[in-house]
């Protein structure tokens, strides 16, 4: 996930991102932020869940191997899907890529 291009794209999420962050660990800064996030995902799933844009990564079989996909719910009637992912980590990208910019548009709407 390129966090930098996220910041550009999506700057009120990306600084909704921050608080979420600094408010859980106030010692750590912005880079330090950012690298932990590059590094495991699993924060931004209660990230995103507060914000009610409910991101699942899930697998399903595909002939002799195993796929991944993403699946964003909202605390809603919407739905949005991307799958064919080759591992987990990709998925999880993508999906939480897709997320920022969802949140971005609630947030700047």
């Known amino acids: 996930m390129n966090l930098t291009h ?3 794209t999506c700057p009120a999420a990306f600084a909704e991102m921050l608080t979420f962050y600094g408010e859980a660990a106030p ?3 912005e880079w330090e932020i950012k690298k932990l996030i590059e ?3 699993r924060g931004l799933y209660d990230f995103f869940d507060t914000h009610g844009v409910c ?3 899930t697998h399903y079989p595909a002939d002799d191997r195993i796929l991944w996909e993403w699946v964003i719910g909202y605390f809603g009637p ?3 899907a991307n799958d064919g992912y080759a591992t987990r980590l990709d998925a999880e ?3 939480f890529a897709f997320a920022f910019k969802l949140l ?3 947030l700047t709407a």
């Open 6 to 8: 996220i910041q550009a």
């Open 27 to 29: 010692q750590l800064r």
């Open 39 to 41: 590094s495991t995902c």
């Open 55 to 57: 991101v699942e990564v």
């Open 78 to 80: 919407d739905v949005e």
């Open 93 to 95: 990208h993508d999906g």
């Open 104 to 106: 971005e548009k609630r």
